[in-house]
């Protein structure tokens, strides 16, 4: 045991440089709370003002002088001015007319959210098993599928994975059924279960050939099953029933409000990219109370440090707002510079695009590009997106530069586009693919199905009535 000295490196992140993250990963709305917030405590900040013409000197001795804007340093009352509350409940921001207001009531519709928790709610739960559930009902998504590995839900929670697989499997056994699956299969299974469908051939179909369905004819599946081919096609009839996608349609989405951070619009035959940063307070430091400090000899040393450090974050904000501006647009430039086929053609032009290439086009690292994209959405020619959904990695197996979101968008419009009569199985999906140059194995065309959650060509024949 001893006692020794070793020099070291060591990065420290301070207070400031935590919270210039943290402006650069807000979205433009919640970065409009954050300012306003920022003006009401801090009484150093000030809002900039359309700038109005200055009056002559005739008018402004026909006018009633206001004292308050004489008052000498030895009048300013500093303790008096720093116990001031500042109201942030109700912030000076235009009003809509009311009339305007009243006529855009919107009619209630019941999200799957809160159908999900009504129903929980009526479960003999306790207080921790309550909280479990309903993070899990947070994380179902709008089909009625479990989005998140339970796994990783119950590291978040710091619970036991066996609590949070009991909570799961109480949820799925809500309405409507099938939700909280965590794939197409146990989806199907929680629908046998919950219908009391007997069946075992039905259930072994689900569990042990569901891959093969677009590829099997009954009378083989009933070669490798040992039945009838019979018993299998009447087992697929049961299992044409059930539906892929449980709770899709059936309820509102969550009010969201969706406010375009950045917006790339088309000027001859260019792109402009500009920040939709309008309604954000313009910032600057009152510099009123700063000469006043500067002059002041009879304030105290304590409410001078106090003015002094709210200057100081003031005079720091200001810039740091200015650097994620900068940043966010850079960024934002890169990006759709690169996705410019996008911009003409729509999401089946999506070209692969992985966030360390901008990082290094943009001279930033590359978690300040994560940062850039988180939670934002650009407004362009083919509607509202996400700006994180621009990137995505080259689909492997294929010579064409076709990213992932593209190719998902192209299977999924085949599908849409199909003879309900005569629906296309893989196989068929994949030389539709080719005609496009895009050469992918049926297996590779299968997992995508599967991720779209779209089920396989047998299941979504539609007989005309």
């Known amino acids: 045991m001893k006692i020794s000295l070793e020099p070291a490196m060591l990065l420290k992140l301070t207070p400031q440089f935590i919270q210039a993250l943290k ?10 709370q954050v300012l306003r917030q920022e003006l009401a405590i801090n009484p150093l900040l000030e809002e900039e003002e359309e700038e109005e013409e200055e009056p002559s000197q005739e008018e402004v001795n026909e006018d009633e002088p206001e004292e308050e804007l004489e008052l000498s340093e030895d009048e300013v009352d500093w303790e008096k001015f720093l116990e001031e509350g500042f109201d942030f409940s109700q912030p000076q921001e235009p009003r809509a007319p009311e009339e305007e207001v009243q006529a855009k009531i919107p009619v209630y519709r019941e999200t799957l959210y809160d159908h999900l928790l009504g129903q929980l709610r009526l479960k003999d739960l306790s207080q921790e098993e309550f909280e479990i559930g309903e993070f899990i009902i947070g994380n179902i998504d709008d089909d009625g599928y479990l989005s998140y590995p339970l796994e990783g839900i119950a590291g978040i929670l710091n619970k036991p994975l066996e609590k ?23 989806c199907l299974l929680i629908q046998v279960r919950e219908q009391g469908i007997e069946d075992e051939l039905v259930k072994t179909i689900i569990e042990d050939y569901l891959h093969l369905l677009d590829r099997k ?26 539906s892929p996608k449980p709770a899709s349609g059936e309820f509102a989405s969550p009010a969201a409000t969706i406010y375009p951070d950045i917006i790339a619009k088309k000027v001859g035959d260019d792109y402009e990219v500009i920040l939709n940063d309008g309604n954000l307070p313009k910032l ?21 440090k106090y003015v002094q450090d709210k200057l ?57 590009v994560s940062r850039v994209v988180n939670d934002k959405w650009v407004q362009t020619p083919q509607g509202m997106f996400e700006l994180r959904s621009f990137f995505g990695r080259k689909v492997e197996g294929t010579k064409e530069e076709v990213s992932t979101q593209s190719l998902l968008e192209l299977i999924k419009k085949i599908v849409e586009e199909e003879d309900p009569s005569h629906p296309l199985n893989d196989n068929a999906i994949a030389a539709e693919l080719k005609k496009k140059g895009i050469d992918l194995a049926r297996r590779t065309v299968a997992k995508y199905r599967e991720q779209l959650k779209i089920l396989p060509a047998r299941f979504r024949m539609k007989v005309g009535e």
């Open 164 to 186: 949070c697989q009991k909570l799961l499997s109480i949820i799925q056994t809500f309405d409507p059924v099938g939700v909280g699956a965590r794939d197409l299969r146990e």
């Open 284 to 304: 600057r430091v009152n510099r009123k109370y700063k000469e006043l400090l500067q002059k002041s000899n009879q304030t105290s040393e304590e409410t001078k």
């Open 217 to 242: 004819t009954p009378i083989q599946l009933a070669k490798r099953l040992r039945v009838t081919p019979e018993e299998v096609q009447n087992a697929l009839e049961k299992i044409s029933r059930l």
């Open 23 to 32: 402006l650069l990963q807000y979205s433009t709305l919640r970065l409009e």
């Open 312 to 368: 100081n974050a003031a005079k720091w904000l200001v810039n740091a707002l200015q650097q994620r501006r900068s940043t966010m647009l850079n960024v934002a430039k890169s990006i759709l510079r690169r996705q410019r086929d996008f911009l003409e053609e729509g999401v089946s032009a999506l070209k692969p695009l992985i966030m360390s290439e901008v990082a290094q086009e943009v001279g930033v690292h590359l978690s300040t």
